[in-house]
């Protein structure tokens, strides 16, 4: 059997659109800001007539987008979380005007719900659905654009050919490189629409009417076109007659098989044999060569055009993913109805499966590294970020936000600063650096790591690491130099009693000692113990005769208590003996224990 549906396909669509909004919420919890995002936080800081006057001045973007999220941060928030929601809510528009462009251009409506779970699964329009730039408002404008194109050229009244006239301009008001899709639109109109003079008529108003409600920003336009300009030709990388060489990449073979990768899942051809198999059922359908143009021919502009000026980079053009789910999605559709769902649900999985590998892993988590040194923080702790003139602008952004008053005011800005402290937090991104290491090194020798977080490898590169000195300014000495320097009750439970004892010689001993450390109650009566040599960070053991002179070493030692032992006071004691003859080494006051601190176990 196949399944039936009786459920009516708007509800459908509601349906799919909502567990795809649930979706992008989940991935969007572990989506960090990037370098870019965080711009838009800076372009859109201060009052709107301030930040229109930035981009014309300072800038290279119209103001439409950017105006919308001046006034959406001030409504919802700050966090980059509440940036991301304006992009996750233009995207669940597109879905809707994507099952209207599937239902209407194929007519039928399980065209458009299966372009819904295409695009829906699509992980290129996934990364631009939550990011916080105009990417997601440009797929939105976009399909509108196209539904309102393709109305025009279908029906040839003056009422489509205005609402089409104003798309273009609301797109340009957008994003410039929108021109692409434009001309992209103007091409099909060209190569697969047989005009009629009254069509001519409108066409020509259609450029008129958007040249028209463009005119009133066209001098801010050539004053960045000139910015720009100039910004080329001091940076010596202009590439071609005009645009962006900063912000695009070369037309290459590497260049067009990545696009590829990342628009098909790394799918390639499981997308290809389905485009092929379209194509020979559905090729005289005039909708289907308009999404054909759209999903195809618009790389292929961009490429080509990107030869003479430098306009191509995949967010420039990431709208085509649009056409292309479309395409995918009346191949599936046109299938046997007993085969078609099946068919659907299989290519869904099959990308849903391979999703997490095409999404972007290189973009430093800072927001969840904070948050972790926030806990970990405690009062009179200090944050040394090496080099420290070098902290990125998405962690200036993400401190700014997760740290309190306290964290900020306790940065240090040299070594010198941060070495008269216990307790230092080490962050950098740049670990592999000569300078980064001989600094860690520096620190280490009076504060030995003891734990961390972060990573350094071919994804990216952050390391927060905790660096403690010895608990004492002062060692009690057992015997002739075995110098304690404090202890750490790092957790203390029913159970068990997890310590740190810190230990440092000044000369080689020649005697393997055992340390003991015992809990005693309010008699003195002996409840529990850990004897034995040093457990260096709880994974190595030394004997005493095996310490290098003035080396610190962290004895991690879980004391085991009995079981139903009374809740109360104890007292913790540190004792240190010859393990052969039972001797023990006296302190400098003659005592032959050391009594650490008093314990109240719960």
């Known amino acids: 059997m196949y399944p039936r549906l009786t459920t009516p396909y708007p509800t459908i669509a509601l349906i799919l659109g909502l567990v795809v909004f649930g979706f992008f919420l989940q991935v969007a919890q572990t989506t960090y ?87 829906g699964v699509s992980g290129l329009f996934l990364r631009y659905s939550l990011e916080i730039r105009p990417y997601a408002f440009v797929i939105f404008l976009t ?4 539904f309102a194109f393709q109305q025009w050229i279908s029906q040839q009244t003056r009422a489509r050919a205005i609402v089409y006239a104003v798309s273009v301009a609301v797109l340009l008001y957008v994003h410039y490189f929108l021109l692409l899709f434009v001309l992209v639109q103007g091409i099909y109109f060209l190569l697969f629409v047989r005009p009629s003079r009254q069509l001519w008529y409108q066409a020509v108003g259609v450029i008129g009417l958007a040249f028209v409600l463009f005119l009133p920003w066209l001098p801010n336009f050539l004053t960045q076109l000139q910015h720009l300009r100039a910004v080329e030709l001091a940076s010596g990388y202009e590439r071609g007659l005009a645009g962006s060489s900063a912000t695009t ?31 020979f059922y559905w090729w005289r359908k005039s909708n289907y060569r308009l999404a054909l143009m759209w999903a195809i021919g618009l790389p292929t502009v961009a490429f080509l055009l990107n030869l003479v000026v430098a306009v191509y980079t995949t967010r420039y053009i990431v709208n085509f993913v649009v056409g292309l789910a479309l395409l995918i999605a009346v191949t599936i559709g046109q299938l046997p109805r007993r085969l078609r769902w099946f068919a659907l649900f299989g290519f869904a999985g099959i990308n849903l499966l391979v999703l997490p590998s095409v999404l972007p892993n290189d973009v430093i988590p800072f927001r969840a590294l904070l948050k972790d040194l926030a806990v970990a923080y405690r009062p009179g702790d200090k944050i040394f970020i090496d080099p420290p003139t070098n902290r990125g602008v998405q962690f200036n952004w993400e401190y700014s936000h997760r740290f309190s008053q306290e964290m900020v005011e306790s940065i240090v800005r040299s070594v010198d600063n941060a070495l008269p402290n216990r307790r230092i937090w080490y962050l950098t991104g740049d670990w592999f650096n000569e300078n980064i290491r001989a600094t860690f090194s520096q620190i280490e020798k009076t504060h030995p790591r003891q734990s961390g977080f972060g990573q350094c490898d071919r994804q990216w590169c952050y390391l927060i690491q905790l660096m403690e000195a010895p608990p004492f300014i002062t060692p009690q000495i057992f015997g002739d130099d075995m110098a304690f320097w404090g202890v750490d009750i790092d957790s203390v439970t029913q159970e068990v009693i997890q310590t740190r004892l810190w230990w440092r010689v000044k000369q080689a001993l020649p005697v393997d000692y055992s340390i003991s450390l015992q809990l005693r109650d309010k008699n003195d009566t002996l409840v529990a113990q850990a004897d034995g040599p040093i457990h260096h960070y709880g994974v190595n053991i030394y004997n005493t005769s095996q310490l290098e002179p003035e080396k610190i070493y ?43 601190k008093t314990i109240q176990i719960p």
């Open 143 to 146: 399909s509108l654009s196209m």
């Open 249 to 279: 990449q070369v037309t290459s073979l590497e260049e067009i098989f990545k696009l590829i990768q990342i628009a098909t899942n790394g799918l390639a051809w499981l997308y290809a044999v389905l485009l092929v198999l379209g194509l």
């Open 554 to 596: 962290i004895d991690f030692r879980s004391l085991q208590l009995p079981p139903q032992l009374p809740a109360g006071e104890y007292t913790l004691s540190l004792i240190v003996y010859n393990w052969q003859t039972s001797e023990r080494l006296l302190l400098r006051n003659g005592f032959d224990h050391l009594e650490l």
């Open 33 to 119: 800001i990037t370098a870019d995002e965080y711009l838009v936080y800076k372009f859109t800081r201060d009052d709107l007539s301030q930040t229109i006057s930035y981009l014309a001045n300072s800038d290279v973007h119209p103001p439409l987008w950017f105006t919308f999220f001046w006034g959406w941060r001030r409504v919802v928030g700050e966090s980059d979380f509440a940036g991301r929601m304006q992009a996750i809510l233009f995207s669940l528009m597109t879905l809707s005007v994507v099952f209207q462009l599937g239902k209407r251009w194929f007519g039928q409506p399980h065209f458009g719900i299966f372009a819904m779970v295409v695009l």
